[in-house]
């Protein structure tokens, strides 16, 4: 069980096919609620994350925290995309 959101710092994500995501690098939290509201997941997988960019998760993706946190659900990929002004 987690007991301080400290503790998901450094921990690796994965998906749930068991495809690595990224390490925790740092947790969003809503102080007003008292509880995690994302990760900000570092050293991504360029497979799941464009340019191995870190990628924002938010927590109700996660299905279990132990030894890994394991995410329910994840896009097939996140792509980064300039938007062009006109």
Do not use: C
Request: glycine residues 10%; negative net charge.
């Amino acid at each position: 069980m987690l007991e301080e959101s400290s503790e998901l710092i450094g921990l690796q994500v994965y998906t749930k096919e068991g495809m690595f995501l990224g390490t925790v690098d740092n947790v969003v939290m809503d102080i007003e609620e008292g509880k995690v509201d994302g990760m900000f997941v570092g050293d991504t997988n360029p497979l799941l994350v464009e340019e191995a960019k870190s990628a924002l998760v938010p927590f109700r993706w996660v299905s279990a925290v132990g030894d890994i946190v394991l995410l329910g659900h994840f896009p097939e990929r996140i792509s980064f995309s300039e938007e062009s002004e006109e």
